[in-house]
């Protein structure tokens, strides 16, 4: 496990939004090095960077067409290894995003898979029957691309232009010749040259991948203990060749991603975790909406311990990402602070996802751009200050990648900044609490000492012994107590809302109050 990942707190960066340096409107390679002071600043540690490589952007690069290219409307490669350079000089480990289960439609793997002459690429993706046949509901295929070739349909992973790379069958049908078996030479050529394009930046100076849609690789798995095997091969290679890169699956069931290598996985809006529950549709954190935690917490409690007792690996949960509408769109600034305690006190690995830690708004309804479709109202440029197109470019407006909110009040980090009790400060405080304490960082325990199905509020514990620090949130309105073990008077480290109080072995929190209470143990 590379050790770093103990006290990781993750930075999401949406590249096309972040940072413009030259202009054009959307943001680049050298903008994410201009602006490594500030995340610094904000107190993380590693960065995760959607896809950079040369693409059509029928999917804001999910859809890649040569993955050992930087888009040029992103920089060059040079760029990509002076970022690597500079993250490191400060101590800062960057990740790219690998788009392993589809490419695009002008990949040239694909446009050699398409001609009828068998070459090196005819089994790079799945072809069937006829141009007009469909895929639909075969072995976890979401669809077809039809009338491309006379080879066949060819089964697609995501969108119509994301044709799914051909990493065989769990299960073929031997009535099926295009069904190929996962250990066969097609089947492991395909996984071969993703392990090259991984060593390709991994030898510049990456530090490792956030992979795309980890769990979709191999079709008709069942279980996925295909797949699961798949990533475990991977994983074996990466701690021989690379042991301080690290590995993070988009596969929203960390359960399974960590059983096959991954050192990191999410709670995701998919999948099983109740991760929505959190700060998204009726969020516990939102004194309004009254949402409830406990399925949530039972079920990460449940993980959290199978992994401790097994291999071992990261549940990383995110404040969001560039699929799913932003955190204050549900929640106030109040109560988005609250939701960073949260975050920033439990094991596994943070993510922030650009811009949350001022409270960027989920913009309703805005043109879609790139295949973003509703994804796009959450990946507006960063406000970084009060100039042209808030300090994100100096393109005209009606030139930027995606128009920037036009709200007068709209947070900015420049104003964030300069108030103390701001968003900024609490989420930079948060960090920074973390980063002294290891009993709030990735492997202390955790135990739950307060959780009812319906009711506030929520306490947990992080470390033991002497070291434990015990947190408690009341995201409700009214004032709840709850009675608490620990000798003496507690210190408080932390706290948010009105202040919470011990008083005889019970614990007062205000509506609205959280408190993190370190206490005195002779
Ligand atoms: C998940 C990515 O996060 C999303 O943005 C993309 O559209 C799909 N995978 C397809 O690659």
Not at 52 to 77: L, M, Q, W
Not at 338 to 349: Q, V
Not at 498 to 520: D, E, T, Y
Request: net charge negative; proline share 6%.
């Amino acid at each position: 496990m590379p050790q770093w990942l103990k006290n990781a707190v993750f930075y999401q960066i949406y590249p096309q939004s972040f940072y413009d340096t030259n202009a054009d409107g959307i943001g680049d390679l050298q903008g994410i090095i201009a602006k490594l002071d500030y995340i610094q600043e904000l107190g993380c540690n590693a960065l995760w960077i959607n896809p950079c490589f040369e693409s059509p952007f029928h999917d804001a690069g999910y859809d890649v067409s040569d993955y050992r290219k930087i888009a040029p409307r992103y920089g060059t490669n040079e760029d990509a290894r002076n970022l690597f350079a500079e993250a490191h000089k400060r101590g800062m480990r960057v990740l790219f995003d690998l788009v392993a289960g589809h490419t695009s439609i002008e990949h040239e793997w694909f446009i050699e898979s398409m001609k009828t002459e068998k070459n090196a690429f005819s089994e790079r993706y799945i072809w069937a029957g006829t141009p007009w046949e469909r895929f639909e509901g075969i072995g976890g295929i979401t669809g077809s691309l039809n009338g491309f070739s006379e080879r066949g349909a060819c089964a697609v992973n995501f969108f119509s232009t994301q044709p799914a790379l051909n990493y065989g069958f769990a299960k073929p049908d031997p009535a099926l010749s295009w069904q190929i078996p996962a250990d066969s030479p097609a089947a492991r050529a395909s996984c071969g040259a993703m392990i090259e394009i991984m060593r390709f930046w991994l030898d510049m100076g990456c530090d490792g991948f956030r992979v795309d849609m980890a769990g979709s690789l191999i079709k008709g798995d069942e279980g996925q203990k295909e797949t699961i095997r798949f990533w475990q091969g991977i994983r074996k290679m990466m701690d021989k060749e690379y042991p301080e890169a690290a590995l993070l699956s988009e596969w929203g069931d960390p359960e399974r991603a960590l059983e096959a290598g991954f050192h990191m996985d999410f709670v995701l809006h998919f999948g099983p975790s109740y991760y929505l529950d959190l700060f998204h549709e009726k969020p516990f954190f939102s004194a309004a909406s009254g949402g409830k935690i406990a399925r949530f917490m039972e079920n990460y409690i449940r993980i959290d311990t199978k992994v401790r007792a097994g291999k071992g690996g990261y549940i990383c949960i995110p404040s969001g990402n560039h699929d799913m509408p932003r955190i204050a769109r549900r929640l106030n600034v109040p109560e988005i602070k609250m939701a960073f305690a949260f975050l920033l006190s439990m094991p596994g690995i943070p993510f922030i996802y650009y811009g949350d830690e001022i409270g960027m708004k989920y913009r309703e309804n805005i043109p879609s751009i790139e295949g973003g479709f509703e994804r796009t109202g959450a990946r507006t440029p960063m406000q970084w200050d009060s100039t042209l197109n808030a300090g994100f470019s100096s393109a005209k407006p009606e030139d930027l990648y995606i128009s920037i909110d036009p709200d007068k009040n709209k947070p900015t980090v420049e104003a964030q900044k300069s108030r103390p009790i701001s968003l900024w400060h609490e989420v930079r405080k948060l960090i920074s609490l973390r980063m002294e304490h290891e009993v709030l960082q990735s492997d202390a325990p955790i135990e739950i000492l307060h959780l009812k199905p319906n009711k506030c509020p929520l306490v947990y514990r992080r470390g033991e012994g002497k070291e434990a620090i015990t947190i408690a949130f009341n995201p409700s309105s009214k004032e709840m107590s709850v009675s608490i073990s620990g000798s003496g008077v507690p210190k408080i480290l932390y706290t948010l809302g009105s202040a919470a109080f011990v008083q005889n072995g019970v614990l007062k929190l205000p509506g609205g109050s959280c408190v993190f209470l370190r206490f005195s143990l002779e």
